[in-house]
């Protein structure tokens, strides 16, 4: 499900996966953090940069959903984004036939700026 969620749904093979996330640490404008409370890691938060404005993409571990989770992971990575990268806007890619994702998006106040199979969607910080 995470995987055709996002926005190239097709598995990917480990080594790929290790060579990413090797990129990702490397990449000093791509942030990724984790959301863990009670050491129990719920989910992920990624940040892309570019000038003051970040693309964000979230995930919560399957066996987690369903929660209120992501509601709250979405609205506590915005507010670690504002803080410590001095973001002016994020902006965000969400599916049309992702509900859970363009439900929370939109109760943490995000617009569409554009719709489509794949919506644009923008949060002023
Ligand atoms: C999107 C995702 C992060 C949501 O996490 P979550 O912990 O399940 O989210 P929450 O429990 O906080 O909220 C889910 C909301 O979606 C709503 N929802 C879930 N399925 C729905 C459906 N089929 N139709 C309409 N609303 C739906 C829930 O009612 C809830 O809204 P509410 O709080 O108003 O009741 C999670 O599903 C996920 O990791 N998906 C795979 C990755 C992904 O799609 N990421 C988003 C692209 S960046």
Redesign the pocket.
Known sequence: ??VA??LVSEPVPLEDHVRWFEGVLANPRRHLLIGEAGGIRY?TVRFDEIDDTAE?????NPE??????????LNAAAQWAKEELHLGRII???KQD????L??FN?AGYEISAPGEVNSLVKYL
């Open positions: 499900m995470t969620m996002s989910g964000i993409s979230i995930t919560v987690f959903r369903g929660q209120g989770i992501g509601g709250k992971l965000a890619q969400i992702n509900p859970a994702s439900a929370i109760k």
